[in-house]
Each structure stands twice: as C-alpha cells, then as structure tokens.
C-alpha cells in the first residue's frame, strides 16, 4: 500500500497496476513529447542560423554569379575597346606613314626643284662671271679708248649724237655742221630767231679729273686742279671763238660734257670756271642737263612750227567755216524736201483710203437684182471720181 498526497495505492491490484502504466506512459509520452518540442526547438534554434547562412551563401553564389557575369561584360568591353584602340592606333600609324611617305616624297621633289634652281642659277652665275669678264675687257679697252685725245672726243660725239637724235625730229638738227667760217661744230640745232640756230659741242676734259681723283698730296691735288682748270677754260674759250657768229648762230653755245661725275666736279669745286661760261655765253651740260635743255628746245621748235602754220589753219578754217554754212543751206533744202515729201504721201495714203471705202461699197452691190432692169448712169455717178 502506497499512500500519495492522501491518495492510498494498492500496488497488488492489477487495475491499479494497469492505470499506473498507463498513466505512467502517458507520463512517458507526454515527457518525450516534450523533450521532442524541446529538441525541435533546439532544432529549430540551431537550424535557423543554418538558414540564415545558407540564405548568406546563396545570396554570395548570387554576387559572385553576377561579380562573375560583370567581370565578363568588362572584360568584353575591355576586349573591345583594347580592339578598337588597336584598330586606331593602327589607323594612326597609316596615316602617319602616309604622311610621312607625303612628305618625304614632297621634301624630295622640293629638293630636286631646288637643286635644278641652284644648277640653273649657277648656270646663271657662270654667265655672269663670263659677262663680268668680258666687261673687265670692255672696260680696260674703254680705258684704252678714253686715253687717247680723238678716241675720247670721238666716244663724246657718239653720247651727244644719240641723245639729240632721241629728244629732237631729225630735220631740226644737224651732225658736223660747217659753219661759214669753216670751222665744223659737233651739232647745230635750227632754232628760230630768237635765239637761232645753236652749236653743241662735245668736250671731254678727262685727263685733270683723272690726275685729281690720282693725287695724294696737297701739292698733287693742287697742280691737277690747275691742269683741270686750264684745260675747261680753254674748251670755253675754243667754242665761244670757233661757234659764235653774229647773225648766223645764236649769242651763244653749249658745251656737252659726256661724264656726270666731271659735271658734278665742275659745279661743286670749281664754280669759277661755271661763272666765266656764262660770261662767255657757253652753257656747260651734262647728259642729263641736256636731255632737260634738248626737251625745251623741242617745245620752241614745235611752238615755231606751229606759229608758221597758223596763217594756213586760219585759212582752213575760213574754208571749213564756208563749207558749214553751204551744209547748214542743203540741210535746210533737204529738210523741206522730206516735208514736201511727207505731205505727198498723206494725200496718197488719204486718196488710197478713198478708195478702199469706194471698192467695198461696190463689192456690198446685190447685182443680180439689178440685172433685169437697164443700167442707168446718173450724171454723179458718170463723173470721174475726185483725184487726190
């Protein structure tokens, strides 16, 4: 006998025996249901971290899926794009070449040009040399020239004939003129009076320029000047003896000096000699002073030529004035011709209209109405129509 909280249990009594079993496995089932909630519990608490994780490596497998798919897209594009930039780059480098080729080609063919310039220009120097050369001779052979008298004064006349056949007609001058008192003057230009016709003389005073350009020393310069001086007075002096004529040349002269640099000599260290020229009524000129002098004297001979034909263009205007008038009297004839004309014409052009208007009345006649009956003319209609 067991005696429970009051409760007496008799352990030898089989029901009791078979409730407590049950009880007791009821007890059993209960407490293993427990544990197994527990146990599930523990399960589950120890699964869900499980889960988590799994979730964790799923979502990992995922990143690294697309991390994956993401490094394929950018080394697609980074495959590409290296692609490309090999392509350009290639590209390029064709390009490059070919400019490079360009202008290779280019400085090549710009160098070709240049050296066939630089042979063509030394072809060109080369005949330079040669004509610097021959005109070392030419100029050692005019040295040789201008050192003898008549040679010198020779070359002077040749510089004053073609200056004044260049600046004046040919019928105004004339070359080696004798004059009456039988010398003859390099060149007479016929001038009308006044002045008249007017000697040009060429003088070359060469040899004290050339002893003056030499000197060196003062006492040198000082006899050259004196040579040079003595020798244009006396050109001076020859021409205003030998070409001045009363009442056949004019009151004076001038004296042509083929060389600038002598000229310019003249007029800036010895004007003296220029002021005894003109007190000798000889004008010294160089080549450029008389081409002015001859272009002045060309302006007098075409104004006297001009003053010699005025008598005759008055008369020919005379002439030509009559020959207007006699033209102004036909024109007014002919003018009156074509109105007579004209007035002629309208009367006709009226009578033609006249007429016109007479035929269509005619054609408008119904003549076969008429045809049995007589024709009779009535004194209208037999006179003749008016003539216009």
Not at 103 to 114: D, Q
Not at 303 to 309: E, F, I, K, N, P
Request: net charge neutral.
């Amino acid at each position: 006998m067991i005696a429970l909280g009051g409760v007496t249990l008799d352990l030898n009594d089989p029901l009791m025996l078979a409730g407590l079993a049950g009880v007791a496995v009821v007890l059993l089932i209960l407490l293993l249901l427990v544990m197994t909630v527990r146990a599930a519990g523990r399960s589950a608490r120890a699964v869900e971290p499980l889960g988590q994780l799994a979730r964790r490596v799923q979502a990992l497998s995922d990143g690294q899926e697309r991390l994956a798919g993401g490094l394929h897209h950018v080394s697609e594009a980074q495959a590409a794009s290296q692609s490309a930039m090999i392509q350009l780059m290639e590209q390029r480098l064709a390009e490059v070449q070919e400019r490079m080729a360009e202008n290779l080609h280019g400085s090549a063919r710009r160098t070709a040009r240049s050296l066939g310039e630089l042979q063509e220009r030394l072809q060109v120097i080369d005949k330079a040399q040669a004509n610097i050369t021959r005109l070392s001779g030419d100029v050692l052979s005019l040295q040789d020239i201008l050192s003898n008298k008549q040679t010198r004064g020779a070359f002077g006349e040749i510089q004053l004939t073609d200056i004044v056949s260049k600046a004046l007609p040919s019928d105004s001058y004339t070359l080696q003129a004798t004059l009456s008192n039988g010398r003859r003057a390099d060149c007479l230009i016929h001038l009308p009076n006044p002045p008249g016709p007017i000697v040009v003389d060429a003088k070359f005073p060469l040899e004290g320029y050339e002893a003056m350009r030499r000197a060196d020393t003062p006492e040198q310069v000082t006899r050259a000047a004196q040579a040079f001086r003595m020798s244009v007075r006396k050109h001076i002096r020859d021409i205003s003896d030998r070409y001045l004529i009363e009442g056949e040349t004019a009151d004076g002269a001038l004296m042509f000096l083929p060389s600038e640099a002598i000229y310019a000599e003249l007029h800036a260290n010895f004007p003296e000699l220029v002021r005894e020229g003109f007190t000798a009524r000889v004008w010294i000129v160089s080549p450029t002073t008389c081409m002015a002098t001859l272009n002045t004297m060309r302006a007098i001979l075409k104004d006297a030529r001009m003053r010699a034909q005025a008598g005759a263009i008055r008369k020919e205007l005379h002439a030509l004035s009559g020959d207007l008038e006699r033209l102004g009297i036909r024109v007014g004839n002919l003018d009156r011709h074509f109105g007579m004309a004209a007035k002629d014409i309208e009367d006709i052009r009226i009578s033609a209209d006249k007429a016109g208007k007479r035929a269509r009345r005619l054609d408008n006649f119904d003549f076969e109405e008429l045809s049995e009956e007589p024709l009779v003319l009535t004194d209208r209609a037999a006179q003749p129509l008016p003539q216009k």
